[in-house]
């Protein structure tokens, strides 16, 4: 009964091979977001979608893309992985634009080789 | 700038004994605190959240939380800590209307 399902779970990419991870939920939340992870650091938020509406944060790379083609999923696109982006991507959903409780995927831990 | 600061990047307790995980925050308003639990390789869980109210706050697996504004602290504790509670634990505070911002965690180990 996961209500936020990453896949894959492990991604390899190779130094600049456009990569794609996906998010789905069973919710029916209004907002999905994408975080990055690094090893022993605190989860970055990247952007979020209230909707259809996305949120880039100031300081993403524009490397970093997103889609969102329906409530259920959200795609994180990277256009050209370079060996700093290997990190955990972390899904998250939220019922509205506020401070509700946002509800994790399992994750999926990217590597770039 | 808000912030949220755990000043313990690592803590090693025996099963059994008490527990405590501080978190601190700089927030200019009364804020919105959260404590996050991660198990290795798995995507966070939320423990507890403090919005308003009762400053003592009750959480899932056993843990509490207290509200200190006067030492703008929120710190998690469980009086009795069992091996499965092993994992990296997040503080967070909410900054905006859609925004967290999250500690840089605390990694708990349990000896038997």
């Known amino acids: 009964d996961a209500m936020v399902i990453q896949n894959p779970r492990y991604q390899v990419t190779q130094f600049g091979k456009p990569v794609t991870l996906s998010c789905s939920q069973t919710?029916?939340?209004?907002?999905m977001y994408w975080y990055q992870q690094k090893s022993s650091q605190a989860p970055k938020l990247l952007f979020h979608?209230?909707?259809?509406?996305?949120?880039n944060e100031a300081d993403t790379p524009d490397n970093f893309q997103s889609r969102r083609p329906n409530t259920s999923f959200c795609f994180l696109d990277i256009r050209s992985p370079g060996l700093g982006d290997a990190a955990m991507y972390l899904c998250?959903?939220?019922?509205?634009?506020?401070?509700?409780?946002?509800?994790f995927g399992a994750g999926t831990r990217l590597s770039v080789l | 700038a808000q912030s949220v600061t755990q000043p313990d990047i690592h803590i090693t307790v025996s099963e059994g004994a008490s527990l405590e995980l501080r978190c601190n925050y700089s927030?200019?308003?009364?804020?919105?605190l959260f404590w996050y639990v991660q198990s290795p390789g798995q995507g966070l869980q939320l423990l507890l959240k403090y919005f308003s109210g009762d400053t003592l706050v009750q959480g899932i697996k056993g843990f509490e939380a207290e509200f200190k504004r006067s030492q703008s602290s929120f710190n998690l504790r469980k009086p009795s800590v069992h091996w499965s509670d092993a994992a990296e634990y997040f503080c967070a505070v909410g900054a905006s209307t859609d925004k967290l911002i999250f500690g840089t965690g605390t990694r708990l180990q349990v000896f038997p």
């Open positions: 919710l029916n939340h209004n907002v």
């Open positions: 979608y209230y909707d259809k509406d996305f949120n």
């Open positions: 998250a959903t939220s019922s509205w634009e506020g401070l509700d409780i946002q509800y």
């Open positions: 927030y200019g308003a009364t804020p919105y």
